[in-house]
């Protein structure tokens, strides 16, 4: 049993947070709307699998990089952080391009005249 698959999703995890906290991109600009982003996107996306793996379309393959733990049938451990990570840097990049928009539009905030 191997931790290194696991391993790159919790520093590329971290590098996320990073990126939020340093721009407040997303969590750190409102955590609650975040959080339940999030939850509704993994929840979508595991639902998806689950659709996927019940279809006969998605399956689990041997990896020796993979801790081989699995939360259901065909799904390892880590697809959660994998789907953890891919809805967090949907969100990190709503956040910044929300950003760079507001930057490059000083006024939109004031309305149409």
Excluded: C, H
Aim: proline share 3%; aromatic share 12%.
């Amino acid at each position: 049993m191997t931790f290194v698959y696991l391993g790159a999703l919790l520093i590329s995890l971290a590098g996320m947070i990073l990126l939020d906290r340093r721009f407040r991109l997303s969590f750190w600009r409102d955590a609650r709307r975040s959080a339940i982003a999030v939850v509704v996107g993994i929840a979508f996306l595991l639902a998806w699998d689950v659709a996927g793996v019940a279809n006969g379309i998605f399956f689990r393959g041997e990896s020796s990089w993979m801790t081989g733990v699995v939360v259901a049938p065909e799904i390892p451990i880590e697809e959660l952080f994998f789907l953890s990570l891919l809805s967090y840097v949907t969100l990190n990049v709503f956040g910044a391009a929300q950003k760079v928009t507001e930057k490059k539009d000083p006024d939109s905030s004031k309305g149409a005249a």
